[in-house]
């Protein structure tokens, strides 16, 4: 090697040596807690959870951020942010899951050092027992189906993948996904459009269901699996939208009409009831109990719109099915009555452990994601008491949401980082059924994406494996109008 290839080397060596060792010496010490993005401050994770990478706030040359275990291990990051090894990451938190980590944060600016006070993240001791989300990206605002998809998102890391993209299938609209208790094995989503169908995959063989027959009011929309898989209820429903003109509101959706029914996917047959399809209320988003004998549902009275569009209020209501016949039960039962509160109910979904049920409260409507003062409730089935869940609930709109299914994490949309985009959030539920300060879905650098990111995430659920699906091949169905006939019973 000459003397010149040398000296290069050198040069460079040096350079590198001195970036990396760009570390806090003496630094100011500060009483506060550092201006973090995202806030992960005392937040719960479960183990296995892609690291909780994060930038300051505002202007910082260089962060150098010490993670420390309760058993003394830790990881280090230095750099522009904070951005742990994955590897080093998990190894921690399997060190200590159910204990707490020590966060310690220097950031430098104008060429000083500064070390903020410390602050925890808990470890739950709830394993997270999922591969990852599913959800759509959608721009925020009314759609003429512009670009959108279907997507998934390891956990472990920050690695998200195409379901389907509408890039695939212009003028479309996928929506409405649901998996059986978290397992893709039984998928479903909807696409609206010129090539309307229900897509049911069922161990990789795909079935596309006429979107409309005489028999229903409109689509097949709002999907959720029977635990047997033996079936899947849907919603019905001719929905249209509004625009307000009235400052801080955009948008209302409603229904002209809604019904209920159970779709039989061996035998193709839609199993009705006039209990579940009547001509003045609207029934909507049903959802089975996790032993398969209860449907519940929300319905409201019909109303005249969209004259009378705040008047549009829904309560929760259970009727019992018998999934041996396929029978619904000869009666309905109001189980929360919002309306006499002068509010609606949306989004009911219960755990999978049977203790309770999630819904999202509201003035009206049930589009939830337009609505500020939407937020989530938890229903005791066991004492039939119900609140509002303070330690999650936000000043701006909180609202979809689906369980885990050991019941004890929650993945939620809410609008209070901006006010404009929905964004994934995570929050622990313990055995008395509180609730752990909600922490937003990890990425790589943070800021970087969720400012660059001009998509809203909504409809998530939790995955336990990766969705298999052939996009491609998709896609060639929807537009060839190929379609499953259904049949009424």
Excluded at 380 to 404: C, K, Q, V, Y
């Amino acid at each position: 090697m000459n003397t010149a290839r040398i000296f290069l080397f050198c040069f460079v060596g040096g350079l590198l040596l001195a970036a990396c060792s760009d570390r806090p010496d003496n630094p100011q010490q500060s009483s506060d807690l550092p201006a973090i993005y995202p806030d992960y401050t005392e937040v719960t994770i479960p183990v296995g959870i892609a690291p909780l990478n994060f930038n300051m706030k505002g202007d910082c040359e260089r962060m150098d951020v010490v993670v420390k275990g309760a058993d003394g291990s830790e990881v280090q990051a230095n750099g522009e942010y904070a951005d742990f090894d994955e590897d080093d990451w998990h190894a921690l938190l399997e060190k200590n899951k159910g204990k707490d980590l020590t966060v310690t944060v220097c950031a430098k600016n104008d060429g000083q050092w500064t070390q903020y006070k410390a602050f925890a993240i808990h470890v739950s001791p709830y394993a997270l027992d999922e591969w990852g989300l599913t959800y759509r990206r959608i721009a925020p605002g009314y759609e003429v189906f512009s670009h959108m998809g279907l997507y998934q998102r390891d956990l472990s890391t920050f690695d998200e993948y195409e379901i389907i993209d509408n890039t695939r299938i212009p003028g479309q609209c996928v929506n409405c996904h649901s998996s059986n208790r978290t397992d893709p094995s039984r998928f479903v989503f909807h696409v609206r459009g010129d090539h309307g169908a229900t897509m049911i995959q069922q161990d990789g063989k795909r079935e596309w269901l006429k979107a409309k027959s005489d028999l229903l009011g409109g689509s097949m929309v709002y999907p959720y699996w029977h635990p047997s898989g033996k079936y899947c209820a849907f919603s019905t429903n001719q929905t249209r939208q509004g625009f307000h003109v009235v400052h801080d509101e955009r948008i209302e959706v409603f229904d002209l009409s809604s019904d209920v029914f159970v779709y039989n996917p061996s035998t193709h047959e839609m199993i009705t009831d006039s209990l579940l399809m009547t001509p003045d209320w609207s029934e909507n988003t049903p959802v089975f109990s996790p032993d398969g004998k209860t449907l519940y549902y929300m319905t409201c009275k019909q109303q005249e719109y969209p004259a009378h569009y705040k008047d549009e209020k829904y309560n929760l209501c259970k009727i019992s099915f018998d999934p041996e016949t396929g029978t619904y039960g000869d009666h309905v039962d109001t189980l929360f009555n919002a309306v006499k509160m002068g509010k609606s109910l949306t989004w009911p979904r219960p755990s999978y452990d049977g203790k309770y049920i999630l819904f999202t409260l509201m003035d009206y409507g049930y589009f939830s994601v337009w609505h500020k003062e939407s937020e989530q409730w938890l229903l005791d089935l066991a004492t039939g008491e119900a609140r509002p869940i303070d330690e999650i609930n936000s000043p701006d709109a909180d609202s979809f949401h689906n369980w885990n299914v050991n019941s004890h994490w929650v993945v939620f949309t809410s609008r209070r980082e901006n006010g404009l985009y929905t964004q994934l959030f995570l929050t622990s539920v313990d055995e008395q059924g509180r609730f752990t300060k909600p922490f937003l879905l990890p990425q790589r650098n943070p800021k970087e994406y969720y400012s660059e990111t001009l998509y809203s995430f909504n409809t998530p659920d939790f995955t336990k494996t990766k969705v298999e699906f052939d996009s491609r091949s998709a896609a060639r169905e929807i537009l060839s109008d190929e379609r499953v006939e259904t049949k009424g019973r």
